[in-house]
C-alpha cells in the first residue's frame, strides 16, 4: 500500500481511537491475505467465521466499494508475523475491522489465514478522443465517464493505463487535453503510480473526484500498438483487432521470426503474394500488419522458397500508411500473371534501434536509406524536437537520441555521432567516461566498451554538437537517457569530439605472407596490423582464426613464422583457446600488446582448403548445398548438369570416401552469395571441383543451387569386447574393422564416438587396451577432437593407418547409457554394416515403461519379433539391452497388440547371456513364416539394473542433462546406501552439511524411485574413498538431479568422509503379486534378492492386505487370508509381523520384524482379496451381506463418507433394466438373491436421471409409469422413491423402506436412457482389460484369428484356458461377443476352427439364455469339468468385420463408400442401395444421418475390390456388415456401380441479431453461415431449432427478418418440422438453397432460456403455456408431474441499449413486457445480469434511461436480496400489480465480460454441435473469441493439456465453436490456469474432425499434466 494510503487509513485510526492498520499482502492490488497492524508490527487475521460481511468491512476500509469474496484456508498464502484477530463477526455496517466482534486471543495457525477480492471502483478505463491505442484517459465511475486531471501525470502513471487496456506499454503520457476536453466529471488528479499496479485505483491520488483541474487538463496516452492479450476485457482497442478486411491474417513463410515469405490468408488457405511492383512501402504495411515497427527490406525472386498455395494478391501498391495489405492498392483477388518463383518476402525490424546492424555503424547511405522510407514520415519528425527540452521532459521521450554511430574509425571504434534534427551531430568529451562509452557501445549491439577516447583521437566531425557533460551510470538503454546539459547546449569544439572502443576488438584478422587460405595470422588494432605470437599456438587456436575467415576448420596452426616474420606491434601471445570461441579476443591470452616475443615467433595457419574454398552448408556434416569460396566471400553452384560425378569430386574434395547422391533445386535450401560456377562437367578423376569444366557466368538463380550427399570415410564405429554402450573403439575401413590408438584419446574424443552411437555424451575414455586388444589394422592416431564434430573423421588426426602404437594402446570408452538418436545421421548402405550391432535399437510398444511388445529398429522403421521359440532366455536379452536387470515374463498371441511394421526376427534363440538380440541365433532379417497375432512381448523387473559395468547405479533411469545426472548408492543396498555422484571421470561423494529428507528425495527420484523414507549423515553406510563433490546441499524438492539444488559449488566443501551423506529409498520390495488365486485374489508373494517370496499371517489383518491391494493398483481390499489359504508358496519367507497402518505405499514401508526375520513355515503364508472400486465391489449378481458391511466398515479405507453409503442391512448398487432395449426398461434392483422391482408411486425424471446414471448413461429422456414394458415377477423392493436427482445409486434416495409397499406389478417403474453411455466402450476390438474385473470368468479374449473372430479363451487360476464345443450356439457366441465389447455374434464355430488351444479346458456344455454379461454366468457343466479335447475348442465371429469405414472422392461428409476388408480397401455396390443403407454409413462415420445415398459411382470409380452387394439395411444397424447382403466380396458389379452418399451437413446453427436465446435462425453450410426463409415457419420448426441449439422448447417462431436481414445465402425455404427431430436437416423441406426467398424473409426463433430455469421454486406457468408445452410431441406424460400450476418469469431480455446495458424486460403471457423501477436498485439489477449470464451489474437505471417500453408492465415495487437466480424469486407487487407508467421503466448496465459463454452477438458458443462425449466446449479466462478451452464432462467443465497442442487442434475448437478457423494455439495456461479435472491430454488433430473427441488423444481423464499446462486457443473473427 503507498505511503499516501497508509496516511488516510492512519488518520482514520486517529479518528478511531482503536482501529489497526489494514493491508492485503500476498494478492494483486485489490485481492490478498488481510493483515492488520498492531505493536509495530503486522500480523494476520484467523478465518474462524470469516465471510463475507467481513470481506466487505476490510474492503471499504481500504477504499473499495465492496467484496467480490471472502476467502479462507491461506488463500493467498501464509502469513508471518502473529494472529492478531479471531472469531471476527461483523455486520456490514462497520467502519473498520477492529469494530467488529472478535477476539484477541486465538487457537489458529497461519494455514487459516484469512483473504479478501475486493471489488475495484475504477475497473472500467477507456481512451476517448483519439485511436485505438491512443487517446484522452477516461474512468467510469458513479454511472458515468469522467476524466484524470494531468497534473503529475507521467509516463509511468501511463503505462499503468495501457497495461490495463491490455497494450504492453505506454510509448507516451500526453497532457493539455491533447486529444480534446473531456465533458463528464473530473474523477482523479495527481495521479503518481509506481508502474506495478493492475488499475489506476491502485495508484496514489488525491481522492475520487478530489481536484483542482479544469478539462483542459486532461490526460492522455499513446500506447504500445502490440496489445499483450488480443482483447482486452474493457471497452479499449477494438480497432487492433483483425475484424476488418478479407485478408486480415498475414504470416511469414520460409525464413525466420522477423522475415520471410509474405502469405496471406484467403478462402481457407494460405497463399502468397506476388512481387511485381513490390517495394518497401508495401513491406512496411506487412511488418506493421505482423506488430513490427516497419520494414528493413522489401524482397523477390521467391527468395524465401517458392510457396504452394494460390496466388492472391499482385501489382500491389501501397501507400505505406495502410493497416493491412487489403487496403492497398491491387490487381484483386487472385488476379495475378505470376508464377511462383515470383513470391514476395520482407524483413521486419521491431524498433528503430534494431535497425542498427550488431557490429560496425550506420554509413551515411544507410542514414539517407532510413529518412528516406515511408517509415520515417512526418510521424517520426514529431519525435525529433528542433528546440531545448528539459532534462525532467527529455528523459521519457521516445529515444529521441537513439539513432548513434562510429564515425572515422572502424567496425567497432570511432567518432560517437547520434543523429539529431535531420544530420549528423558529435558529442563533446567533457565528463566523458567509461560509463558513457558502455551505453554508446551497447546501444550499437556490443556487449561493452574497451575504452572511452578524448581530443578527437578520431578526427573531428563536422556537424553540430549535440551533447556535452554527458554523466551515465552505465546501465541506460541510449545517450539521451544519460544525464547531460541539454541537446546543443555546450561550450566546447570539435577538437573535443568524443570516441569510443567496443568490445570485439579483434574482429577483423586477416592471413599474411602465404596464400588464400593459409599464412601468418594477423590482427587489426589500434589502426595497423600485428602479428600473434605462437607461445601455447595449437589446432584449437588455428580452428577459430579458419573459422572467423570463414573456413571450417584449421588442417594446421603453425609456429616460428613459418610465413615470414611480421612487422606491426605483437598483438596477442599465450592465447588459449578452447576451439569454440567466435573470434580470437574471446580467447584467454596475456593481454593486448603484453608479450615476450620477437616476430621469428609470429603464429600461421592453413585452414581447410583446396583450390577455391568448399564447403557444404545447410545439412548435416556430410550433406549440404555446395559452395565455394573466391573473393573474400562464399558463393553457391548452380545445379545445370549437376551429376553424381561432380558429386564425387565435391565429396573427395572434402575428405569423403565419395558421394552417394547428387542433390538440386536447393535441395538444402536456397544459398544468398554470389553464383560462382554453373555448366559444372567433372569426369570424376579430378582432385578439386575448379578442375572440372565450368563457366565462371551463370544464367541461374539460387532456387537451382546444388548439393550433395557424401559417403563418410569412418562413418560405421563399433563397441567391441565390452557391452552395449562400452567397449574397445572399432571403425570400419577398406573392408575390414580396425582400432584406434590411444595417444592423445581424452573424453573430447570418447564424446564424438558415443554421440556418433547415437548416445548423448561419454562417461569416460578408456586406454591401454582396457577391453581387450583387437586384431585388425589400427586405422586412427593422434586423434584430436575439438568436440563438435559429428563423426571421428572429422576430428584432427595422423592420418589414416598412419600410427607408432600396438594393440595394447587400443582405445575405448563408456557412453553413458540412454542413446540420443536411434540411428547414425549417415547414409551408409546397408551392406557395409558389420553382421552385428544393426539392431541395437529396441524398445517396448504397446503397454508401459516396463513391459509391452518387443519393437527393433532395422531399416529406417520400428518392426516386430515373432514369438515362435520365445522364452524367458530371449526375453532376459531384451530386458537387460534396455537396461532391466532380468525378465520376469516372455510373452507371445502379441499380448500387448499387433505390431504396424515388417517382423525382423523369427526362431530367436538366445542363450540369455547376450548383450542384444541380434547376437542370438535366429532365422535372419526379415525371414519368417509368421502373423502380428504372433507379435513376442516381455515384462521386465521393475528393478532397474544396478549391474551395470563399472557403475553402481541404474544409467538407463536417469536424466540426461546436468554435470551430475549420473548417481549411484554404494556401501548398502538396492536402495538404500551412501550417494555418490560421477564427475570428472571418477565417483565422489556428498557431504551431509545442511543434508536433509527433501535432498534425499530428489536422490532417489534421480535413481527412479519415488521417493525417500530417510536421510543419512555421518557416513552411516561406510567412508567413499573419491573427492567430496557437493557439500552445503539446499534442494526445494522440484529439481530433476542433484546439482540442479542449491550448493557451495564443485568440490567446494569443508569436510571429511565421516560426513558422507546417504539415503534410504522407498521401494526394497516394489515388486509384489498375487499367486494361486486370480486376477484379484491369491497368496502375497514379494520380489526379494533375485527370487519370489511369501509373507507369514502373524498379525496380518485388513490394514495390511489394503497396502498390497493399492500397490498392485487396487483400490483396497475386501479379505486379508491367513493360513495359505491359496496353497504354500515355495520360495523364502520374506516378511514376518506386518504391522502396516493402511496409508503405506507398499509392505516394506510397514512396521515388520526385517527381511527374511520370521519364525513361520509356508502353511502361515497370507493372502488377499482385492476390490478394484467401490462400485465393482458387487459382483453383477450377489448383494452386500451385513457381515461384508461389518468387513468394509473395519478397514481404514472406509471412512465417515463411505458410512454413508451403507445402509444397516443390504445395498442396492447392482441395477438392470428388463423388458426392454439396452437403454430402456423396467428398472430392477438386486435385493437378497434376486432381482425386484420399483414402483411407480412418486416416480419422476429425478428418480429416472439416478437410475440413468447409475447404469453409465449421462441422464433419462423419460421416467415411465404403469409397468410399460411389462410386469416384472420378483419382489417389489422399493417404493415412494423421492431423489433429488443427485444421487449415486437408488438406495441414496428417500423412500418407504425395503420391501416396504403398496403396490402390485402393474405399477412397476421404468425409464428410457439418454443413448449415449457415458463411458463408451469403442466399435473395434475393444481390449478385454477394459470390462469389468468382478466376475470368476470376467477376462475373455479371441485367439488365433483376428479382432472380432477367434478361438474363445477364458482367464481362470491364472492361466488362460479354452471353451468345449458341446452344445455350443449362436446364443452362447453373442455373450462372449457382447462380454468383449461387440454387438452380437455373427456366426459360432465348433472343431477348433481357429486352431487347438493348449491351456486347460475352462467350461464345457455351455447353455445361455442370451441374456447374461459373461459365460460364467451361463449354465455349464462347472469349471474344469469336461470330457472333451482341444479339437472341440469353441470359436466366434463378432459382428464387426468391416468397422473401418471411409468417403473417398468427395469431401468430408460426401464421396464413395468403401470399407477396409482384407487388409485393403474395397467398395460397395449399388444394388438396392438406398438411404437406409446411407443412414448406417453416415452414422458409423459419426454423422447423424444421410441427406443422400448415391450410385452409379457418382464420386468417381474405386479401385479396389467390390466387397459388397446387394445391401439391405434397416437404418437401425450400426455397421454394414451388420445388414443383409450378397456375401463379402460375392457381387455382380463394376466399379461404375460404387455406391455413394451425402451425409447431415449442418448440424451447427445459430441465432444471430438478437440475444443469448432469441435471433435469425442462421445454419452452417457450405463453409458460410445461411438463413432459414420463413415460408411455412411455424412452432415446430423453432421448437426443432431451439432443442438443436441446447434449449427446451421454443417460446415464438418470428418471421419477416424480425432479427434483421441476414447476408449469406438463403439455405433452406418451406420447411415442415414435426416438432421431434433433432436437427432442422431431418425436416421436410425444398432442398438445399432451393428457394423463392429473399432475406426480408428470414425466420427466426425465441427460445426458453434454460432447463434449469424452466422450473424456479417460485412463480407458475399458465394453463396457457401448459397447454402450448403439452401439444408438443416432445412433452410426454413425465413432464406433466413438473409442472406447477403457477406464472414463471425465466425468459427476460435488455431492449433500447447495447449488449450489456438496457432497458429490462419479462417475457410474459406471450409478449415482452417491462419493469417498474420503484425501489429498483443495484441488488435487482444483479440478478437481472446473472439471469443474462454476467457476472454482476455495474449500474441500476430508473426514469426509463434506455427508452420507454411498450408493452405491460409486469412487475413493480421489486426488492431482491441479490441472492436470486431469476426476477420472479424475489420479493415483488405480484404480476401486472402496479401503478406506473413507462416513463419509469427500470434498466441496467451488466459488467462487460459475460459469465457464460453466450456472447450477446452472432458468435454460437456452447450451443453447438451436441453429438459425441465432449460435444460441449466453451473458452474461459479470455473473451469471445479467445480463452482457455474447457469440456464438459462428467457433468463439470474441464481443461485441455497442452502436450502436443497446435494450431491445427486449435482449429476443430474454433469451428467448434462456430468460427472459421483458429489464429493461434496456446499453451502454458496463457488465460489462466483452470480448476476442474484435466479431461484430454496429448490431443493430436488431423483438423478434418468437427469435435474434439474425433481427435485421437490419450483418454478421457488420462494425462501427466498439471493446470499450468491448460491449452487454449484464438479464434479468427471475420
Same mark, same amino acid.
Given at each position: 500500500m503507498q505511503l499516501w494510503w497508509l496516511l488516510v487509513v492512519a488518520c482514520s485510526v486517529l479518528i478511531s481511537g482503536n482501529a489497526k492498520l489494514i493491508r492485503l499482502a500476498g494478492g494483486a492490488g485489490n485481492t490478498g491475505r488481510v493483515e492488520v497492524y498492531h505493536n509495530g508490527q503486522w500480523g494476520t487475521v484467523c478465518d474462524d467465521g470469516w465471510g463475507l460481511e467481513e470481506a466487505n468491512v476490510v474492503c471499504r476500509q481500504l477504499g473499495f466499494e465492496s467484496a467480490s469474496w471472502s476467502r479462507t484456508m491461506a488463500h493467498y498464502g501464509q502469513g508471518t508475523g502473529p494472529i492478531l484477530l479471531d472469531d471476527v463477526v461483523c455486520d456490514g455496517s462497520e467502519t473498520f475491522l477492529t469494530q467488529c466482534?472478535?477476539?484477541?486471543? $486465538?487457537? /489458529?495457525? =497461519?494455514? %487459516? !489465514? #484469512? +483473504? &479478501?477480492? *475486493?471489488?475495484?471502483?475504477? @475497473?472500467?478505463?477507456?481512451?476517448?478522443?483519439?485511436?485505438?491505442?491512443?487517446?484522452?484517459?477516461?474512468?467510469?465511475?458513479?454511472?458515468?465517464?469522467?476524466?484524470?486531471?494531468?497534473?503529475?501525470?507521467?509516463?509511468?502513471?501511463?503505462?499503468?493505463?495501457?497495461?490495463?487496456?491490455?497494450?504492453?506499454?505506454?510509448?507516451?503520457?500526453?497532457?493539455?487535453?491533447?486529444?480534446?476536453?473531456?465533458?463528464?466529471?473530473?474523477?482523479?488528479?495527481?495521479?503518481?503510480?509506481?508502474?506495478?499496479?493492475?488499475?489506476?485505483?491502485?495508484?496514489?491520488?488525491?481522492?475520487?473526484?478530489? $481536484?483542482? /483541474?479544469? =478539462?483542459? %487538463? !486532461? #490526460? +492522455? &496516452?499513446? *500506447?504500445?500498438?502490440?496489445? @499483450?492479450?488480443?482483447?482486452?476485457?474493457?471497452?479499449?482497442?477494438?480497432?487492433l483487432l483483425p475484424t476488418t478486411g478479407v485478408l486480415n491474417n498475414v504470416r511469414l513463410a520460409g525464413g525466420g521470426g522477423n522475415y520471410g515469405r509474405v502469405e496471406v490468408y484467403y478462402n481457407e488457405q494460405w497463399g502468397t503474394v506476388c512481387d511485381d511492383g513490390w517495394d518497401l512501402n508495401d513491406a512496411h504495411v506487412v511488418c506493421r500488419q505482423l506488430g513490427f515497427e516497419s520494414a528493413l527490406e522489401g524482397n523477390s525472386n521467391a527468395m524465401y522458397g517458392l510457396g504452394s498455395g494460390p496466388i492472391v494478391l499482385d501489382d500491389v501498391d501501397c501507400t505505406g500508411d495502410e493497416h493491412s495489405l487489403d487496403q492497398c492498392r491491387h490487381n484483386g483477388l487472385e488476379e495475378h500473371n505470376c508464377v511462383h518463383y515470383e513470391d514476395a518476402g520482407v524483413v521486419c525490424s521491431n524498433t528503430p534501434s534494431t535497425l542498427l546492424p550488431t557490429t560496425g555503424y550506420i554509413t551515411e547511405e544507410l542514414t539517407t536509406l532510413l529518412l528516406s522510407t515511408s517509415y520515417f514520415t512526418e510521424a517520426l519528425t514529431t519525435l525529433l524536437p528542433s528546440t531545448k527540452v528539459p532534462i525532467r521532459l527529455w528523459r521519457w521521450r521516445v529515444d529521441i537520441l537513439n539513432t548513434v554511430r562510429l564515425a572515422g574509425g572502424g567496425g567497432n571504434y570511432g567518432r560517437v555521432e547520434v543523429y539529431y534534427k535531420g544530420q549528423w551531430g558529435t558529442v563533446c568529451d567533457d565528463l566523458w567516461d567509461s560509463d558513457d562509452a558502455n551505453v554508446v557501445c551497447r546501444q550499437l549491439g556490443f556487449e561493452f566498451a574497451l575504452e572511452g577516447n578524448r581530443n578527437a583521437l578520431y578526427g573531428q566531425g563536422s556537424g553540430p554538437i549535440v551533447l556535452d557533460d554527458v554523466e551515465c551510470t552505465g546501465d541506460e538503454d541510449s545517450l539521451d537517457q544519460c544525464r547531460h546539459n541539454g541537446l546543443e547546449e555546450h561550450n566546447c569544439g570539435h577538437h573535443e569530439d568524443a570516441g569510443v572502443v567496443c568490445q570485439n576488438i579483434l574482429n577483423t584478422v586477416r592471413l599474411a605472407g602465404g596464400g588464400g587460405n593459409y599464412g601468418r595470422v594477423e590482427v587489426y588494432y589500434k589502426g595497423q596490423w600485428g602479428t600473434v605470437c605462437d607461445d601455447w599456438w595449437d589446432s584449437d587456436d588455428a580452428n577459430v582464426v579458419c573459422r572467423q575467415l570463414g573456413f571450417e576448420f584449421a588442417l594446421e596452426g603453425n609456429r616460428y613464422a613459418l610465413y615470414g616474420q611480421g612487422s606491426g606491434p605483437i598483438v596477442l601471445d599465450d592465447v588459449e583457446c578452447t576451439g569454440d570461441e567466435d573470434s580470437l579476443d574471446q580467447c584467454r591470452h596475456n593481454g593486448l600488446e603484453e608479450h615476450n616475443c620477437g616476430h621469428h615467433e609470429d603464429a600461421g595457419v592453413v585452414c581447410q582448403s583446396n583450390a577455391k574454398e568448399i564447403r557444404l552448408a545447410g545439412g548435416a556434416g556430410n550433406t549440404g548445398r555446395v559452395e565455394v569460396y573466391h573473393n573474400g566471400q562464399w558463393g553457391t553452384v548452380c545445379d545445370d548438369g549437376w551429376g553424381i560425378e561432380e558429386a564425387d569430386v565435391v565429396c573427395r574434395q572434402l575428405g569423403f570416401e565419395s558421394a552417394s547422391w547428387s542433390r538440386t533445386k536447393a535441395h538444402y535450401g536456397q544459398g544468398t552469395g554470389p553464383i560462382l560456377l554453373d555448366d559444372v562437367v567433372c569426369d570424376g578423376s579430378e582432385t578439386s571441383l575448379t578442375q572440372c569444366s565450368h563457366s565462371d557466368t551463370d544464367n541461374c538463380q539460387h532456387t537451382e543451387d546444388a548439393g550433395v550427399d557424401c559417403y563418410s570415410v569412418l562413418n560405421n564405429v563399433r563397441l567391441a569386447g565390452g557391452g552395449g554402450n562400452y567397449g574397445r573403439v572399432e571403425v570400419y575401413y577398406n573392408g575390414q574393422w580396425g582400432t584406434v590408438c590411444d595417444d592423445g584419446w581424452d573424453l573430447i574424443d570418447a564424446n564424438v564416438v558415443c554421440r556418433q552411437l547415437g548416445f548423448d555424451s561419454a562417461l569416460e575414455s578408456k586406454s591401454s587396451a582396457f577391453y581387450g586388444q583387437g586384431s585388425g589394422t589400427i586405422v586412427l592416431d593422434d586423434v584430436d577432437c575439438t568436440g563438435d564434430e559429428d563423426s571421428l573423421d572429422q576430428c584432427g588426426h595422423a592420418g589414416l593407418e598412419e600410427h607408432n602404437c600396438g594393440h595394447h594402446e587400443d582405445a575405448g570408452v563408456v557412453c553413458q547409457n540412454t542413446p540420443n538418436t536411434l540411428l547414425p545421421t549417415t547414409d551408409t548402405p546397408s551392406s557395409l554394416l558389420p553382421t552385428t550391432g544393426v539392431l541395437n535399437n529396441?524398445?517396448?510398444?504397446?503397454?508401459?515403461?516396463?513391459?509391452?511388445?518387443?519393437?527393433?529398429?532395422?531399416?529406417?522403421?520400428?518392426?516386430?519379433?515373432?514369438?515362435?521359440?520365445?522364452?524367458?532366455?530371449?526375453?532376459?536379452?531384451?530386458?537387460?539391452?534396455?537396461?532391466?536387470?532380468?525378465?520376469?515374463?516372455?510373452?507371445?498371441?502379441?499380448?500387448?497388440?499387433?505390431?504396424?511394421?515388417?517382423?525382423v526376427l523369427d526362431d530367436v534363440e538366445c542363450t540369455g547371456d547376450e548383450d542384444s538380440l541380434d547376437q542370438c541365433r535366429h532365422n535372419g532379417l526379415e525371414e519368417h513364416n509368421c502373423g502380428h497375432y504372433e507379435d513376442a512381448g516381455v515384462v521386465c523387473s521393475n528393478t532397474p539394473n544396478t549391474l551395470l559395468p563399472t557403475t553402481d547405479t541404474p544409467n538407463t533411469l536417469l536424466p540426461t542433462t546436468g554435470v551430475l545426472n549420473n548417481v549411484r548408492l554404494a556401501g548398502g543396498g538396492g536402495n538404500y546406501g551412501r550417494v555418490e555422484v560421477y564427475y570428472n571421470g571418477q565417483w565422489g561423494t556428498v557431504c551431509d552439511d545442511g543434508w536433509d529428507l527433501i535432498d534425499a528425495n530428489v536422490v532417489c527420484r534421480q535413481l527412479g524411485f519415488d521417493s525417500a523414507l530417510e536421510y543419512n549423515s555421518n557416513a552411516l553406510y561406510d567412508q567413499g574413498s573419491g573427492p567430496i563433490v557437493l557439500d552445503d546441499v539446499d534442494c526445494t524438492g522440484d529439481e530433476d538431479s542433484l546439482d540442479q539444488c542449491g550448493h557451495a559449488g564443485l568440490e567446494k566443501h569443508n569436510c571429511g568422509h565421516h560426513e558422507d551423506a546417504g539415503v534410504v529409498c522407498n521401494s526394497v520390495l516394489n515388486n509384489v503379486r498375487l499367486a494361486g488365486g486370480g486376477g484379484h485374489y491369491g497368496r502375497v508373494e514379494v520380489y526379494y534378492k533375485g527370487q519370489w517370496g511369501t509373507v507369514c499371517?502373524?498379525?496380518?489383518?485388513?490394514?495390511?492386505?489394503?497396502?498390497?491391494?493399492?500397490?498392485?493398483?487396487?483400490?483396497?481390499?475386501?479379505?486379508?487370508?491367513?493360513?495359505?489359504?491359496?496353497?504354500?508358496?515355495?520360495?523364502?519367507?520374506?516378511?514376518?509381523?506386518?504391522?502396516?497402518?493402511?496409508?503405506?505405499?507398499?509392505?516394506?514401508?510397514?512396521?515388520?520384524n526385517g527381511l527374511e526375520e520370521h519364525n513361520c513355515g509356508h502353511y502361515e503364508d497370507a493372502g488377499v482379496v482385492c476390490s478394484n472400486t467401490p462400485s465393482t465391489l458387487l459382483p453383477t449378481t450377489g448383494y452386500i451381506t451385513e457381515e461384508l458391511t461389518t468387513l468394509l466398515l473395519s478397514t481404514s479405507y472406509s471412512t465417515e463418507a463411505l458410512t454413508t453409503l451403507l445402509p444397516s442391512t443390504n445395498i442396492l448398487n447392482t441395477v438392470r433394466l428388463a423388458g426392454g432395449g439396452g437403454n430402456y426398461g423396467r428398472v430392477e434392483v438386486y435385493y437378497k438373491g434376486q432381482w425386484g422391482t420399483v414402483c411407480d408411486d412418486l416416480w419422476d425424471s429425478d428418480d429416472a436421471n439416478v437410475v440413468c446414471r447409475q447404469l453409465g448413461f449421462e441422464f433419462a429422456l423419460e421416467g415411465n409409469r404403469n409397468a410399460l414394458y411389462g410386469q416384472g415377477s420378483g419382489p417389489i423392493v422399493l417404493d415412494d422413491v423421492e431423489c433429488t436427482g443427485d444421487e449415486d445409486s437408488l438406495d441414496q434416495c428417500r423412500h418407504n423402506g425395503l420391501e416396504e409397499h403398496n403396490c402390485r406389478h402393474h405399477e412397476d417403474a421404468g425409464v428410457v436412457c439418454q443413448n449415449t453411455p457415458n463411458t463408451l466402450l469403442p466399435t473395434t476390438d475393444t481390449p478385454s482389460s477394459l470390462l469389468p474385473t468382478t466376475g470368476v470368468l470376467n477376462n475373455v479374449r479371441l485367439a488365433g484369428g483376428g479382432g472380432n473372430y477367434g478361438r474363445v479363451e477364458v482367464y481362470y487360476n491364472g492361466q488362460w484356458g479354452t471353451v468345449c464345443d458341446d452344445g455350443w450356439d449362436l446364443i452362447d457366441a453373442n455373450v462372449v461377443c457382447r462380454q468383449l465389447g461387440f454387438d452380437s455374434a455373427l456366426e459360432y464355430n465348433s472343431n477348433a476352427l481357429y486352431g487347438q488351444g493348449s491351456g486347460p479346458i475352462m467350461l464345457d456344455d455351455v447353455d445361455c439364455t442370451g441374456d447374461e454379461d459373461s459365460l460364467d454366468q451361463c449354465g455349464h457343466a462347472g469349471l474344469e469339468e469336461h470330457n472333451c479335447g482341444h479339437h472341440e475348442d469353441a470359436g466366434v465371429v463378432c459382428n464387426s468385420v468391416l468397422n473401418n469405414v471411409r468417403l473417398a472422392g468427395g469431401g468430408g461428409n460426401y464421396g464413395r463408400v468403401e470399407v477396409y476388408y482384407n487388409e485393403q480397401w474395397g467398395t460397395v455396390c449399388d444394388d438396392g442401395w438406398d438411404l437406409n443403407d446411407a443412414h448406417v454409413v453416415c452414422r458409423q462415420l459419426g454423422f447423424e444421418s444421410a441427406l443422400e445415398g448415391n450410385s452409379n459411382a457418382m464420386y468417381g470409380l474405386g479401385s479396389g475390390p467390390i466387397v459388397l452387394d446387394d445391401v439391405d439395411c434397416t437404418g437401425d444397424e450400426h455397421s454394414l456388415d451388420q445388414c443383409r447382403h450378397a456375401g463379402l466380396e460375392e457381387d455382380n458389379c463394376d466399379h461404375f456401380e460404387d455406391a455413394g452418399v451425402v451425409c447431415r451437413v449442418f448440424d451447427n446453427v445459430r441465432l444471430a441479431g438478437g440475444g443469448g436465446n432469441y435471433g435469425r435462425v442462421e445454419v452452417h453450410y457450405n463453409g458460410q453461415w445461411g438463413t432459414v426463409c420463413d415460408d411455412g415457419w411455424d412452432l415446430n420448426d423453432a421448437h426443432v431449432i431451439c432443442r438443436q441449439l441446447g434449449f427446451e422448447f421454443a417460446l415464438e417462431g418470428n418471421s419477416n427478418a424480425l432479427y434483421g436481414q441476414g447476408s449469406g445465402p438463403i439455405v433452406l425455404d418451406n420447411v415442415n418440422c414435426m416438432g421431434?427431430?433433432?436437427?432442422?436437416?431431418?425436416?421436410?423441406?425444398?432442398?438445399?438453397?432451393?428457394?423463392?426467398?429473399?432475406?426480408?424473409?428470414?425466420?427466426?426463433?425465441?427460445?426458453?432460456?434454460?432447463?434449469?430455469?424452466?422450473?424456479?421454486?417460485?412463480?407458475?406457468?399458465?394453463?396457457?403455456?401448459t397447454t402450448l408445452l403439452l401439444s408438443t410431441s416432445y412433452f410426454t406424460e413425465a413432464l406433466t408431474t413438473l409442472l406447477p400450476s403457477t406464472n414463471i418469469l425465466n425468459t427476460v431480455r435488455l431492449a433500447g441499449g447495447g449488449g450489456n446495458y438496457g432497458r429490462v424486460e419479462v417475457y410474459y403471457k406471450g409478449q415482452w413486457g417491462t419493469v417498474c423501477d420503484d425501489l429498483w436498485d443495484s441488488d435487482d439489477a444483479n440478478v437481472v445480469c446473472r439471469q443474462l449470464g454476467f457476472e454482476f451489474a455495474l449500474e441500476g437505471n430508473r426514469n426509463a434511461l434506455y427508452g420507454q417500453g411498450s408493452g405491460p408492465i409486469v412487475l413493480d415495487d421489486v426488492e431482491c436480496t441479490g441472492g436470486e437466480d431469476s426476477l420472479d424469486q424475489c420479493r415483488h407487487n405480484g404480476l401486472e400489480e402496479h401503478n406506473c407508467r413507462h416513463h419509469e421503466d427500470a434498466g441496467v448496465v451488466c459488467q462487460n465480460t459475460p459469465n457464460t459463454l453466450l456472447p450477446t452477438t452472432d458468435t454460437p458458443s456452447s450451443l453447438l454441435p451436441t453429438t459425441g462425449v465432449l460435444n460441449n466446449v466453451r473458452l474461459a479466462g479470455g473473451g469471445a473469441n479467445y480463452g482457455r478451452v474447457e469440456v464438459y464432462y462428467n457433468g463439470q467443465w474441464g481443461t485441455v493439456c497442452d502436450d502436443g497442442w497446435d494450431v491445427t487442434d486449435a482449429n476443430v475448437v474454433c469451428r467448434q465453436l462456430g468460427f472459421d478457423s483458429a489464429k493461434e494455439g496456446n499453451s502454458y495456461a496463457l488465460y489462466g490456469q483452470g480448476s476442474g479435472p484435466i479431461v484430454l491430454d496429448d490431443v493430436d488433430c488431423t483438423g478434418d474432425e468437427d469435435f474434439l473427441d474425433q481427435c485421437g488423444h490419450a483418454g478421457l481423464e488420462n494425462h501427466d499434466c498439471g493446470h499450468h499446462e491448460d491449452a487454449g486457443v484464438v479464434c479468427t473473427v471475420l
Open positions: 466482534s472478535h477476539s484477541d486471543t $486465538h487457537d /489458529c495457525q =497461519h494455514t %487459516e !489465514d #484469512a +483473504g &479478501v477480492d *475486493c471489488y475495484s471502483v475504477l @475497473n472500467n478505463v477507456r481512451l476517448a478522443g483519439g485511436g485505438g491505442n491512443y487517446g484522452r484517459v477516461e474512468v467510469y465511475y458513479n454511472g458515468q465517464w469522467g476524466t484524470v486531471c494531468d497534473d503529475g501525470w507521467d509516463l509511468i502513471d501511463a503505462n499503468v493505463v495501457c497495461r490495463q487496456l491490455g497494450f504492453e506499454s505506454a510509448l507516451e503520457s500526453k497532457s493539455s487535453a491533447f486529444y480534446g476536453q473531456g465533458s463528464g466529471t473530473i474523477v482523479l488528479d495527481d495521479v503518481d503510480c509506481t508502474g506495478d499496479e493492475d488499475s489506476l485505483d491502485q495508484c496514489r491520488h488525491n481522492g475520487l473526484e478530489e $481536484h483542482n /483541474c479544469v =478539462h483542459y %487538463e !486532461d #490526460a +492522455g &496516452v499513446v *500506447c504500445s500498438n502490440t496489445p @499483450n492479450t488480443l482483447l482486452p476485457t474493457t471497452d479499449t482497442p477494438s480497432s529396441v524398445r517396448l510398444a504397446g503397454g508401459g515403461g516396463n513391459f509391452g511388445r518387443v519393437e527393433v529398429y532395422y531399416k529406417g522403421q520400428w518392426g516386430t519379433v515373432c514369438d515362435d521359440l520365445w522364452d524367458s532366455d530371449d526375453a532376459n536379452v531384451v530386458c537387460r539391452q534396455l537396461g532391466f536387470e532380468f525378465a520376469l515374463e516372455g510373452n507371445r498371441n502379441a499380448l500387448y497388440g499387433q505390431g504396424s511394421g515388417p517382423i499371517d502373524d498379525l496380518w489383518d485388513s490394514d495390511d492386505a489394503n497396502v498390497v491391494c493399492r500397490q498392485l493398483g487396487f483400490e483396497f481390499a475386501l479379505e486379508g487370508n491367513r493360513d495359505a489359504l491359496y496353497g504354500q508358496g515355495s520360495g523364502p519367507i520374506v516378511l514376518d509381523d506386518v504391522e502396516c497402518t493402511g496409508d503405506e505405499d507398499s509392505l516394506d514401508q510397514c512396521r515388520h421431434d427431430e433433432d436437427s432442422l436437416d431431418q425436416c421436410r423441406h425444398n432442398g438445399l438453397e432451393e428457394h423463392n426467398c429473399v432475406h426480408y424473409e428470414d425466420a427466426g426463433v425465441v427460445c426458453s432460456n434454460t432447463p434449469s430455469t424452466l422450473l424456479p421454486t417460485t412463480g407458475y406457468i399458465t394453463e396457457e403455456l
